[in-house]
């Protein structure tokens, strides 16, 4: 079925609504997960139609600001079980289906 000019003004209508990130799980702390979702929400912004841009600059950013060992994965319908440091890990949404997933793990 062919999507209508209707429908790409409803589908981005619904993205700016969900242009806020939410947070599924983290277990950071208060000032690392508010820095780390900014550079996230800036990352999926700036390369929007490009996740491994995004997930890189995300990743050289962690590790320069954090120490070395991040890992980044962007994208709409994964899952995952990963090892990673106490206190490292960030799941979140953004956009609507966007999920970015950061830990570290040395």
Same mark, same amino acid.
């Given at each position: 079925m062919a999507e209508t000019g209707d429908g790409k003004k409803e589908d981005a209508?619904?993205?700016?609504?969900?242009s806020f990130p939410l947070i599924r799980h983290t277990d950071m702390a208060e000032e690392m997960r508010v820095e780390t979702m900014e550079? #996230?929400?800036? $990352? #999926?912004?700036?390369? &929007?139609?490009?996740?491994?841009? &995004? &997930?890189?600059?995300?990743?050289?950013?962690?590790?320069?600001k954090f120490g070395s060992s991040w890992h980044v994965v962007i994208g709409e319908g994964f899952?995952?079980?990963?090892?990673?440091?106490?206190?490292?890990?960030?799941?979140?949404?953004?956009?609507?289906?966007? $999920?970015? #997933?950061?830990?570290? #793990?040395?």
């Open positions: 209508d619904y993205k700016r609504l969900q550079l #996230c929400v800036t $990352a #999926c912004e700036k390369f &929007a139609s490009n996740n491994e841009n &995004a &997930a890189k600059m995300i990743k050289e950013s962690m590790d320069k899952g995952f079980e990963v090892t990673h440091e106490v206190k490292n890990l960030l799941y979140m949404f953004f956009g609507g289906s966007l $999920a970015v #997933c950061v830990w570290k #793990c040395s």
